[in-house]
């Protein structure tokens, strides 16, 4: 346990074991999705799995975690994985280089918890009613340019399709861009909030929304 | 006229969400125009600016202005 020394006070040496018998699965690889695996992986959950049909290009490494030079035009799934057995040996990295939809569900079937990791809207919106049908919870973030927010959907609950219109696929990102800064402050938060849903710690962020502006630093709650 | 806008930058013509207090006279205002549910998420207004929310509202504290976010 001397690798999750510096988790003890705050991640008690039971919640650790729990942790270890625990999976999440991570849908995105990118900029919000890098970030989420890596700290999980640091984290001790027991076992991760990953899905993007991407490959890493060189407009991702301004933000992406595991974009390096040397990676460009190779699969993130499969970088992902190799990189999270250098930094964790001793858990479970399942990772699949292709778009997760309602017919994966085989493939997720154990999972406990869901991360939105995505950029398509219409992708968030499969992904809650996915995590609906698995009848476990989803955490949920977005990004654009300084802003960026953040909720938790347990099953029933919807939220996604309060903040999300379905006829759009894209938010304002598409002007603003995607820092590094931001997704990285989101990835800490969402991997926060998987956290408290795999210890059943509450969550403030169940039916709120978390809107983040990095620009004047104002967080703001807002109920849904 | 109180517009509460988070997170973002009223100047840009783009697609925002508007939240509504349930209780807010203007509710059915905001119902009435196309856009759908209940509570909170009623409008996705495509191109809005400030001057055509203020169209919409009168006085209330309770309509916040957000944008879509849809990066990952």
Redesign the interface.
């Given at each position: 346990m001397e690798r999750y020394l510096r988790n003890q006070s705050t991640i008690s040496i039971e919640n650790q074991k729990l942790l270890k018998q625990k999976t999440v699965v991570v849908v995105?690889c990118?900029?919000?999705?890098g970030h989420v695996i890596e700290q999980c992986a640091r984290l001790g959950i027991g076992r991760i799995i990953c899905y993007d049909s991407d490959v890493f290009d060189t407009s991702n490494l301004n933000r992406q975690r595991f974009s390096t030079e040397d990676v460009i035009g190779k699969s993130k799934a499969e970088i992902v994985k190799e990189e999270l057995n250098r930094i964790n040996s001793e858990i479970e990295v399942i990772s699949y280089s292709k778009r997760l939809d309602l017919d994966c569900m085989d493939e997720v079937k154990d999972a406990h918890c869901i991360v939105?990791?995505?950029?398509?809207?219409s992708t968030?919106l499969m992904l809650q009613q996915l995590a609906k049908q698995l009848n476990v919870p989803l955490v949920s973030?977005?990004?654009?340019g300084w802003?960026?927010?953040c909720t938790v959907v347990y099953p029933h609950d919807d939220t996604l399709?309060?903040?999300?219109?379905?006829?759009?696929?894209?938010?304002?990102?598409t002007?603003l861009g995607?820092p590094s800064f931001t997704?990285a402050l989101l990835a800490a938060i969402e991997t926060a909030e998987v956290t408290k849903v795999l210890l059943n710690i509450p969550s403030d962020l169940r039916h709120q929304l978390l809107?983040?502006?990095l620009l004047h630093h104002?967080y703001?709650v807002?109920r849904? | 006229m109180k517009l509460r806008y988070?997170?973002?930058n009223p100047e840009?013509p783009?697609?925002v969400?508007v939240?509504l207090n349930e209780d807010t006279v203007l509710k059915d205002v905001l119902i009435a125009t196309p856009f759908?549910?209940i509570?909170?998420?009623l409008s996705?207004l495509s191109g809005t600016t400030k001057i055509t929310l203020e169209d919409l509202v009168s006085d209330s504290d309770d309509i916040?202005v957000?944008?879509?976010?849809?990066?990952?």
């Open positions: 995105g990118g900029g919000l999705g939105d990791a995505v950029d398509r809207i968030r973030a977005s990004i654009a802003y960026g927010q399709s309060k903040i999300y219109p379905s006829d759009v696929e894209q938010g304002i990102e002007e995607n997704p809107v983040v502006n104002e703001t807002i849904l | 988070i997170g973002i840009l783009k697609e969400i939240l759908n549910s509570k909170k998420q996705f916040l957000l944008h879509v976010l849809g990066g990952g």
